[in-house]
């Protein structure tokens, strides 16, 4: 009867399967919350520059982001750091 050969660093091989799955799932993690976060950001960050002078429907939007941008103490400049 022969024996199947083991590889001497099988706990070295497995462990770097793990780690790369958990890369894998890091990355994945990142790109998930970089999307969640420009999304938020675009929701509410401030009104793009002369905004006042828009002539499309854009306009209410950046209407929109003006009263937003305007809370008191800068509660929203805050949150947008934050992110």
Not at 21 to 38: A, C, G, M
Not at 59 to 73: G, M
């Amino acid at each position: 009867m022969q024996r199947d050969r083991v590889p001497e660093d099988t706990k070295k091989l497995i462990i770097e399967a793990y780690e790369n799955v958990l890369l894998k799932h890091r990355r994945l993690e990142r790109d998930i919350l970089n999307k969640q976060r420009t999304k938020e950001y675009e929701k509410n960050r401030p009104p793009q520059d002369k905004w006042y002078e828009l002539k499309t429907t854009e306009f209410a939007k950046e209407l929109y982001r003006n009263r937003v941008a305007l809370k008191p103490d800068g509660a929203n400049e805050i949150y947008l750091k934050k992110l």
